[in-house]
């Protein structure tokens, strides 16, 4: 089992960039893939980006490549989503998410993560 705590969010201005962090608990978080995820005001919730569990494999929702990065730290038991250019349609909560399973393709899905933090609010004013 594995608890995830992400952090960073804030309110920011259209073209500014964040790091977002998720740390993760537990001794295994290298057998697990990281996702992030995020849910507007009344809208579902969507993928953003995802890391396989070496780092060496990463996806990108369309509204996400160009502009952000997902990376991970195994040492410190982390996984970061650099986000830069930002708009006001990024403004959402951001969630990360992780399961040891999922490879490849399932990463975009979010029905297919076990583990999901509590999220953090991006805002971007214009």
């Known amino acids: 089992q594995v608890q995830l705590v992400e952090s960073g969010g804030g309110l920011v201005q259209a073209g500014d960039s964040l790091r977002l962090s998720c740390a993760a608990s537990?001794?295994?978080?290298?057998?697990?893939?990281m996702g992030w995820f995020r849910q507007a005001p009344g809208k579902e919730r969507e993928f953003v980006a995802a890391?396989?569990?070496?780092?060496?494999?990463?996806a990108y929702a369309d509204s996400a490549k160009g502009r952000f990065t997902i990376s991970r730290d195994n040492a410190k038991n982390t996984v970061y989503l650099q986000m830069s250019s930002l708009k006001p349609e990024d403004t959402a909560v951001y969630y990360c998410?992780?399961?040891?399973?999922?490879?490849?393709?399932?990463?975009?899905?979010?029905?297919?993560?076990?583990?999901w933090g509590q999220g953090t609010q991006v805002t971007v004013s214009s």
């Open positions: 998410a992780a399961d040891s399973r999922i490879t490849g393709a399932t990463m975009t899905l979010d029905w297919m993560y076990n583990y």
């Open positions: 537990g001794r295994t978080f290298s057998s697990y893939a």
């Open positions: 890391i396989d569990r070496g780092g060496g494999g990463t």
